[in-house]
């Protein structure tokens, strides 16, 4: 069983930066951030796998990271240049499986954490 915890959300203007976590307990092979808006579906912003192959959005290549701490055991997602339409809940999620991506794809993941809001303004 895989518990999730993120933090790190909050609201900053255009063009500032903000740095998400996610803290796990339990083993994973594979994690990524997944964002929702209000009023539109879950997408997948960035996945890493235990090996450090990483896989972006389009929407945000260049402008996000996302890193893993083993030793900490903890998922960061770098957000820099922030947008308007960056705006949303910010998901992390975990898969345990050997096999998997590292994927954007939400069915792709098994376990979810609670969510931290992020609100970028204009």
Do not use: H
Request: with cysteine; glycine share 12%; charged share 20%.
């Amino acid at each position: 069983q895989v518990q999730l915890v993120e933090s790190g959300g909050g609201s900053v203007q255009a063009g500032g930066s903000l740095r998400l976590s996610c803290e796990a307990s339990g083993f994973t092979i594979c994690m990524g951030w997944f964002r929702q808006a209000p009023g539109k579906e879950r997408e997948g912003v960035a996945a890493i796998k235990s090996d450090r192959s990483t896989n972006y959005a389009d929407s945000v290549k260049g402008r996000f990271t996302i890193s893993k701490d083993n030793a900490k055991n903890t998922l960061y997602l770098e957000m820099n240049s922030l947008k308007p339409e960056d705006t949303g809940m910010y998901y992390c999620a975990a898969d345990i499986r050997l096999f998997c991506g590292p994927s954007t794809n939400a069915r792709s993941f098994g376990y979810w954490g609670q969510g931290t809001q992020v609100t970028v303004s204009s």
